[in-house]
């Protein structure tokens, strides 16, 4: 069974940053796609970034230019980099393991932008 620990999330006054990592065992982010997710409070999931194993991104219009999805391979962790947070950024942030047809999910970090 693959496991994807998040961390990083909290806290943030708007126009901050912060960087969520995501650790995956068992399955590596070399071989599949990786990405980063949200759920804001009564909204749908929605993709944030993505990373292939070829090391392609794309990102939602509403992050373009504020958030940077990157992979370490020697570690198996794949990072989202969020600068200019915006309130409206606020919501429970999901790491994701895409990998033959099949959704894997870490259990989320919630990320709170507020003055």
């Known amino acids: 069974q693959v496991q994807l620990v998040e961390s990083g999330g909290g806290l943030v006054q708007p126009g901050g940053s912060l960087r969520l990592s995501c650790a995956a065992s068992?399955?590596?982010?070399?071989?599949?796609?990786g990405g980063w997710y949200r759920q804001a409070p009564g909204k749908e999931r929605e993709l944030v970034a993505r990373?292939?194993?070829?090391?392609?991104?794309n990102y939602a219009d509403s992050v373009k230019g504020r958030f940077t999805i990157s992979r370490d391979n020697a570690k198996n962790t794949v990072y989202l980099q969020m600068i200019s947070l915006k309130p409206e950024d606020t919501a429970v942030y999901y790491c994701?393991?895409?990998?033959?047809?099949?959704?894997?999910w870490g259990k989320g970090t919630l990320v709170t932008v507020s003055s």
């Open positions: 994701n393991l895409f990998k033959l047809g099949v959704n894997y």
């Open positions: 068992r399955f590596m982010f070399t071989n599949n796609v």
């Open positions: 990373i292939t194993p070829s090391g392609s991104t």
